[in-house]
């Protein structure tokens, strides 16, 4: 299971006190805590279920670990900027209303022109 919030305040209470995440307060600092956190959960449950059911040795598992670990977070990086950069090139497009939201017109001839 991946950790919860109050698995990982215990640490975010300590990091506070060292003067971290005091002007937002501690969700950005929990956030940040459960992606490592959970990235590692997921990580590790692949490991144990490839060192069961795999024909692999573990000195090969072991060695693919920091493959795994590294080329997973390259590719979470890079598709976090791609959402980021698909995000802001469509709030760029909309058209701002005089409520604060936006409008998607645009997105109609978007499909038209697409299709």
Known sequence: ACPTGAVVMPGVMLLQAEGYGRKRGPVPLMMGALVV??????W???????AITSDQS???LGAMAPVQ???GSIIGIVAGFL?????WLVRN???????GGYSFEHLGTIRKTAI
């Open 93 to 99: 497009e909309a058209q701002r209303l005089p409520s």
């Open 37 to 42: 956190e959970s990235g590692f959960a997921i």
């Open 69 to 71: 670990i590294i080329g």
């Open 44 to 50: 590790a449950a692949t490991f144990l279920l490839s």
């Open 58 to 60: 573990m000195s090969f």
């Open 83 to 87: 959402v980021h950069a698909s995000v």
